[in-house]
């Protein structure tokens, strides 16, 4: 089953009696649990070249993005391979690899906010007694992926499987390599992206519920357009971060 969202049963109270009917529960991270205050998940690397062009003379985003892609066709890369990359592209960041890691780092730990809905009923899910787990296609090791989670207060879960450590995104081999793992039980996933997180869930045999991306909701609701300009959308950005970050506008 998948919840289609837009129906009468997309509610808080729909996802909860999901929950209830099911012995272990994931979520996806980003737009899920947590989103950033950007309004598609590039522009943070468009926000990392505004600092690096000027400096270097390259197209960072075209580099960072380029890299990404070559190696995730037939693995999930640490970001240390994307960075190696990155340098192999544009040759004078050569030795300036571990900086450019850790400024993505820190840009990306003050864009995120945590989806405060989803949260609760994360936490909802652990006084239940479910085994609660996080299932996420990231480039950042586990450790770093825990140390995000903490800093927005999402914490006790049972597992965090991250595809660089398993070297497979979900859409690859993640979601076969979690079912190895668990004990038998009633499988659910929560998560944002029907590439990502539905299709691939549910062609293992894993119920899942679709929860709405703030953006996708702001568009819906506003009938709004993005801006084309860094600066206006990552505005608009902001703005939806607050207004819209709950899943159940």
Known sequence: MHNKTGCGDYTPEALIREIEAHDIISFDIFDTLVMRRVYVNKDV????????????????FTARTQAEVALSRETYPYIEAIYADVSRRCPCLKGQETALIADELALEREL??????VVAIFEHAKQMGKMVNIVSDMYFDQDTICSILDNVGIT??????????????????LFEKYLAELPSGCCLHIGDSWECDILPAEKLGIDTFRLKMSTEIYEQVENAIPPTDLQQRTQVAEYVAEKYNSPFF
């Open 156 to 173: 006790g879960y049972d597992k965090l499987l991250v595809s660089s450590e398993y070297q497979s995104s979900k859409p690859q081999h």
């Open 45 to 60: 690397f468009r926000k990392m070249a505004q600092q690096l062009d000027p400096v270097w003379g390259i197209d960072f």
């Open 112 to 117: 995120i906010v945590p989806r405060k809905d």
